[in-house]
């Protein structure tokens, strides 16, 4: 189980209200003790540098929005699908749209099973896999494609 942190990032006021980000991030990209007794600038820069470097931007990391597709309708491969839309909600990674049309990639649960994930405007391939559950696929997909951190605001008042 990963542990999280939580990482100011923005203090102001919006409408007379005081602000607060922060992010959420794994507790190995904290910055060391040392970097934190620095002035901000430095102890910026300290953890800018010990970040890894993103993943290069592509269709499927730019992507929001997934349709859902079962190729093969049959009992199993409808139980299979339920259980891949419910993955996908409890992830957030994908806004899950009802049209294929209003979707940015297309997610296609196939017989062997497979898992497939298409640019919706180009039909183009962007990830597969074969064999194993739904679940194990899906896991697959979450390790090579993580969702980026996700970012809350606090807002109180004085």
Excluded: Y
């Excluded at 990674?93 to 099973?113: C, E, H, K, Q, Y």
């Amino acid at each position: 189980m990963r542990t999280w942190h939580q990482a100011l990032q923005l203090t102001g006021t919006i409408a007379g209200l005081s602000v607060a980000a922060f992010t959420a991030a794994p507790a190995a990209q904290q910055a060391p003790a040392a970097a934190q007794t620095r002035p901000a600038a430095a102890a910026q820069r300290s953890t800018a540098a010990q970040r890894p470097p993103e993943r290069p931007s592509t269709p499927l990391t730019r992507a929001r929005t997934a349709f859902l597709i079962n190729e093969r309708q049959t009992p199993a491969t409808k139980k299979q699908f339920s259980q891949l839309r419910g993955d996908l909600r409890r992830w957030r990674r994908f806004d899950l749209v009802g049209a294929a049309n209003r979707a940015d990639v297309t997610i296609s649960l196939g017989p062997a099973p497979s898992l497939t994930v298409r640019q919706r405007s180009s039909g183009a391939v962007l990830w597969t896999t074969t064999g194993g559950t739904v679940p194990v696929m899906l896991q697959r997909f979450e390790k090579e494609f993580p969702s980026a951190p996700k970012v809350c605001f606090i807002v109180w008042c004085r």
